[in-house]
């Protein structure tokens, strides 16, 4: 688990609060979960995930 990604503990909790449903269209491209990390990652760090460095 990358640091500062969501715990499972975390995630627990707020799954339930996430939509649900199935809407018309393609499949989503991100899982909620992982969009969620980024929200984290740009709000924690103010740089874009895709920019920093793979390692």
């Known amino acids: 688990m990358p640091r500062g990604a969501l715990t499972d503990t975390q995630w627990d909790r707020l799954e339930p609060l996430q ?21 984290r990652f740009r709000t924690r760090t103010g740089v874009l995930r895709r920019d920093v460095p793979e390692r």
Not at 20 to 37: H, M, N
């Open 19 to 39: 939509p649900q449903g199935i809407k018309p269209g393609p499949p989503p491209v991100w899982i909620s979960r992982e969009l969620i990390d980024c929200v």
